[in-house]
């Protein structure tokens, strides 16, 4: 007897044209869609600059994304529900990102549980679930793969008039540098979060987004070199991210200093309609209790709590 053929897979693939569909569908509910909708943007943005490079800027299949949506969802229904999931390429624990505007979440549900897209074998991971969304990936983990461990985290936005006031001051003895790819390798170590992969996912970023740095300089045998007192860099979700200050340097106010030269960099990026419309934010583990202080004093505002796993290994 043959076998019945399987129906088509419940998501499929969005064009570019169709990702920027999304980015409007976001923008037009800013500032409460702004953690949605500077991820599409900044996936439009390397889009944007792969194109210009002619594809001669690399990309790890670890940060490199492919975008779906639900199968029955057409164009006009993509621009006002907004629904995607966004999933990399890499073999092992690829990593997945969602989002709606539907309160009927059963249609995406049903898409996440019964999709090939997604390899539960290969111990996928998933970023930046907002809370409103938690509820139905547990139901989902539950049967899928409920060894995986969530972090609590929080995405702070800077509002446009708190930006424009911030004055940037850099202490005597540093100087602020872009962050390369070539530091890569420090700044993977230092992460506590790192994996297996961690530090090319490193050097995709810094290779698409980049960063800043600020630096010392210092004479070891007759030749002056420049160390890194620390960094901070843009990620996939176009927010501010990785902040990380030397043992040696802290308790010197150049965490402030960094995250002021961060935010004005990016205030000076944003351009036509979306000057206006954009705002800096940054995405913090709740944990992190100095980090939480240090933004709020500096104006930020919390704005959506969401959930994130690791990649790990069963």
């Known amino acids: 007897m043959e076998t019945a053929a399987r129906s088509a897979d419940p998501l499929r693939s969005l064009c570019e044209d169709e990702i920027r569909l999304l980015r409007k569908c976001y923008r037009r509910g800013l500032p409460g869609t702004l953690a949605p909708f500077l991820f599409v943007d900044n996936h439009l943005r390397w889009c944007e600059k792969i194109r210009e490079t002619c594809s001669t800027v690399a990309v790890s299949p670890i940060v490199w994304k492919r975008f779906f949506t639900l199968a029955m969802d057409d164009r006009e229904e993509l621009a006002t529900t907004g629904t995607f999931v966004a999933i990399t390429d890499a073999e092992q624990c690829p990593n997945v990102v969602f989002c709606t505007l539907r309160e009927d979440l059963s249609p995406l549900k049903q898409a ?34 409920p060894h995986l461990i969530f972090r609590n985290s929080t995405f702070f936005r800077l509002p446009k008039e708190m930006a424009r006031e ?85 308790n010197r106010g150049l965490a402030s200093v960094l995250v002021k030269a961060w935010v004005l960099q990016m205030l000076e990026s944003w351009q036509g309609d979306d000057a206006e419309a954009m705002e800096a934010i940054a995405y913090i583990m709740d944990v992190n209790v100095a980090s939480r202080t240090l933004f709020k004093k500096l104006g930020f505002v919390e704005m959506s709590k969401s959930r994130w796993s690791n990649p790990t290994t069963k």
Do not use: C
């Open 112 to 145: 996440l549980m019964e999709t090939d897209l997604i390899s539960w074998t290969n111990d996928p991971a998933f970023s930046s679930v907002a809370l409103e969304h938690y509820t139905m990936l547990q139901s989902i983990l539950h049967q899928k793969a």
């Open 166 to 250: 911030l004055q940037l001051s850099i202490p005597d003895g540093y100087e602020i540098l872009p962050l390369e790819e070539s530091h890569a390798y420090e700044v993977n170590e230092t992460w506590p979060h790192r994996y297996a992969g961690s530090e090319e996912y490193y050097r995709s970023l810094l290779r698409l987004n980049g960063g800043l740095a600020l630096a010392t300089l210092t004479t070891e045998s007759n030749t002056q070199q420049k160390q890194l007192a620390g960094w901070i860099l843009t990620n996939e979700y176009g927010a501010l991210a990785h902040l990380f200050i030397q043992p040696s340097h802290r």
